[in-house]
């Protein structure tokens, strides 16, 4: 027998900063690493995106009509400190005072996440996640949030994709991809952000002793492309390089074996200062939040060549030579932007999650990217979106009933916002913006189908 969702069930939805916000040098703003960045030809940049931040209290008060419990947002760093560190821009703190009271006047939880992809671009010119200076900024950037919002705000979130930004170090653009060996540059950076997390962990249960923080990677639980013993190695390696190794650091303060042995044979280690394993170690998170929008398959790799793994995650490619190749799951349908579909994966990655860790879970971004079409009478048939959303909810009672803690789910996006690179094409809110990817319209706002499918999964508490 199903179990039900329990009372409480966080419901929501997310969005990140610079893809909802827009007035990208208003107020004080300082530059990050992605207003700085070369946009993909043929997608617009992110200076206006969804202009949430003149329209955020419409767009609260559209999320409140569905009913939303909390919202997952995240603060742009460069708003609170334009340099990334030193001076304190008061309109920064205000901006996000106002949205947090708004927030809790329509009775919604604020769920934040302190950096989400947006690094100061001051703090890049000095070495970036490279530098030790970084992870001092970082404890200091956290502080001020916590003195700042802590008083209302009761759930953090650390770092977004951490995992994603490794993994995939040209997509944010934190490593300069012509040195000698970028990889070993970012599993530095890798090292600096996990101290940097743990240390804002320990001051936030320091400065706020009701409040919750945990870290939010990007996992899925990953297949291997056949029954054969060496696919079933590599899938293992796999998910020790993308998911464990976060998640054992973030939970246990340690480095993943399988992982450090991979990073050894890869020449990867990085420099570990003295005292930064003990800081490691006694931070611990109060919850794992996760990001899910598909699973990943993989094979051997077997010519231990200069072949690139070619499909998958989230479109970008997997594989590294003599350790795992990226491979199309027969099993699943795709995506318009061929993002594999797997909501019975979903399950299967809570049931790992909460195996291995037994911490509460919840979901910060699952969703479906799509080219929706405003029809005539401002209608959005989403009819795609709601499938997709339905089938994952299902997984995640599924996992509920497993004897999973789950307590709560914010699928991406909240509003139509600008995907990280492909554009304001892709949509995936429940509320549409109206714009075209160059052409700024009147950025209206209209209730998408999915949107009063949504409020009525909210008000039922998940019966959909
Ligand atoms: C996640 C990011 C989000 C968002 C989402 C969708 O990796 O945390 O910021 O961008 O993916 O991806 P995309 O915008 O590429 O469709």
Not at 350 to 356: E, L, M, N, P, S
Not at 395 to 422: K, M, N, R
């Amino acid at each position: 027998k199903l179990k039900d969702f329990p009372d409480n069930f966080l419901w929501g939805a997310s969005t990140s900063a610079y893809q909802v916000e827009g007035a990208w040098n208003e107020d004080g703003k300082g530059p990050s690493v992605i207003d700085m960045a070369n946009h993909t030809e043929g997608v617009t940049d992110f200076k206006v995106t969804s202009d949430h931040y003149h329209h955020y209290k419409e767009d609260i008060s559209l999320m409140a009509e569905m009913g939303f419990k909390t919202y997952r947002f995240s603060i742009a760093w460069t708003r609170i400190y334009p340099a990334g560190s030193g001076e304190l821009n008061p309109k920064g703190i205000e901006f996000y005072n106002n949205l947090i009271d708004e927030l809790i006047d329509k009775g919604i939880e604020p769920l934040v996440t302190m950096y989400h992809f947006d690094l100061p671009y001051t703090l890049q010119e000095k070495g970036g996640w490279s530098s030790r200076e970084t992870v001092d900024a970082f404890e200091n950037y956290a502080r001020t949030l916590f003195e700042n919002f802590g008083d209302r705000v009761k759930y953090w979130l650390t770092i977004n994709e951490q995992n994603m930004m490794i993994l995939h170090g040209d997509a944010i653009g934190t490593v300069d991809p012509n040195l000698e060996n970028p990889k070993k540059e970012l599993y530095q950076q890798n090292h600096h952000m996990l101290v940097a997390q743990a240390k804002a962990m320990n001051l936030c249960h320091q400065m706020l002793p009701g409040a919750k923080i945990g870290p939010a990677p990007n996992i899925a639980n990953i297949y291997p492309a056949s029954s054969s013993p060496e696919d079933m190695i590599a899938a293992d390696n796999y998910a020790a390089i993308r998911n464990w190794l976060y998640l054992d650091m973030a939970v246990y303060g340690r480095y993943n074996t399988i992982a450090w042995n991979y990073m050894e044979e890869k020449g990867y280690i990085p420099v570990i200062q003295e005292g930064d394993m003990e800081i490691l170690k006694s931070a611990k998170p109060d919850f794992i939040a996760f990001n899910y929008y598909t699973s990943q398959t993989v094979e051997a790799s077997r010519d231990n060549g200069e072949e690139a793994g070619h499909t998958g995650d989230q479109q970008i490619s997997v594989g590294e030579p003599g350790v795992y190749k990226g491979a199309k799951n027969p099993n699943l349908k795709v995506n318009e932007f061929g993002w594999e579909i797997d909501p019975a994966g979903f399950r299967t990655t809570f049931r790992q999650i909460y195996d291995r860790y037994q911490l509460p879970l919840i979901v910060t971004e699952n969703g479906l990217g799509a080219f929706d079409k405003l029809e005539e009478g401002d209608i959005i048939n989403d009819s795609y979106r709601i499938d997709y959303l339905r089938q994952h909810i299902e997984q995640i009672q599924l996992a509920i009933t497993d004897g999973v803690e789950v307590f709560g789910y914010c699928p991406w996006s909240a509003i139509d916002l600008v995907s990280t690179h492909q554009g304001s094409s892709k949509r995936y809110g429940f509320i549409y913006v109206n714009r075209d990817e160059f052409d700024l319209k009147d950025l209206r706002r209209i209730r998408k189908q999915s949107f009063y499918w949504y409020k009525d999964v909210i008000a039922t508490n998940g019966a959909n």
